[in-house]
């Protein structure tokens, strides 16, 4: 079970029922002082997902691009605050169109302001919200307006930490529609113990719907995982892993591909190699 997520940060996903997938993306950003506590700011960004044959499902995944823009002016009103103001856009596209689904492409526009706030060293405050404009590609269709947010509350110790997040946001539909819109609520935690090990716990709900002229449904996911790791010198690790896995969907049949419904349990282990940086020249 696999949950995908292309374009902007939008939560934990809808699980399917094939995992066998291709993901690319580049991106690029700028940051330019217009005065000492003002700045302006600018990101960009292209990523596809392929699904791939063979999987053993009956179907796979719905091939998706998507093409991100956004830019904005933030000024550091004071020592703790900063207020700033941003535009984006998002552009996606289903090469694969295939599946007998309305919609070959959506654009989506979202005017945002954007609140951070240090309430000490270690908690902190990044909120932004506003209008999103969503477009879909049919004949006739117009415009439609839904709410855009996203917050969260992130705690940063010297050998934990802990994060709260809420996003509401469109997204590509997670390879099983050409778009949806999704509340994300999440929270993580990990903490290092005497040095080597360290242990992780993560949970998360999301809501996702159809958008404005799409056949309708919804989609209800939840996730809880626990993760003990170890590290094994300076470039192993090694980690064990538990997740409990729930979702239940609503809708036509017809606008779905291969969905997962009901729970699942997965243990996983694994080893990673991480190797210290390289630094050429002097610092």
């Not at 796979?60 to 535009?87: E, F, K, M, P």
């Not at 997204?171 to 929270?187: E, K, Q, R, T």
Request: glycine fraction near 10%.
């Amino acid at each position: 079970l696999t949950p995908v997520q292309v374009g902007p940060d939008t939560g934990q996903g809808i699980l399917t029922n094939y995992s066998n997938s291709i993901s690319n993306a580049t991106s690029a950003s700028i940051r330019r002082p217009i005065t000492g506590k003002t700045f302006f700011n600018a990101t960009g960004s292209y990523s596809i997902t392929r699904y791939l044959s063979g999987s053993g499902v009956s179907s796979s995944g719905l091939d998706s691009n998507s093409v991100t823009g956004q830019g904005g002016i933030s000024h550091q009103y004071s020592a703790r605050n900063t207020l700033a103001g941003n535009y984006g856009y998002s552009y996606f596209s289903y090469p694969s169109y295939n599946f007998g689904l309305p919609a070959a492409s959506f654009a989506s526009q979202t005017a945002s302001l954007q609140y951070t706030h240090q309430f000490t060293r270690k908690l902190s405050l990044n909120a932004s919200s506003g209008p999103e404009w969503t477009s879909v590609s049919l004949p006739g269709s117009s415009l439609s307006l839904s709410l855009y947010a996203d917050a969260a509350l992130a705690y940063t110790g010297k050998f934990s930490r802990a994060s709260l997040a809420y996003v509401r946001s469109t997204n590509a539909g997670y390879g099983v529609i050409a778009g949806s819109l999704s509340d994300a609520v999440s929270f993580t935690t990990s903490r290092t113990f005497v040095r080597v090990w360290n242990c992780g716990f993560t949970s998360s709900y999301t809501h996702s719907s159809s958008l404005a002229g799409l056949a309708p449904y919804t989609f209800d996911t939840t996730l809880a995982g626990f993760q003990v790791s170890r590290a094994i010198g300076r470039s192993f690790s090694g980690f064990a892993s538990y997740t409990l896995e729930n979702q239940s969907s609503q809708g036509s049949a017809a606008s779905v591909i291969d969905v997962f419904n009901g729970f699942s349990q997965v243990l996983g282990f694994g080893l990673t190699y991480a190797p210290m940086s390289i630094h050429f020249g002097h610092p």
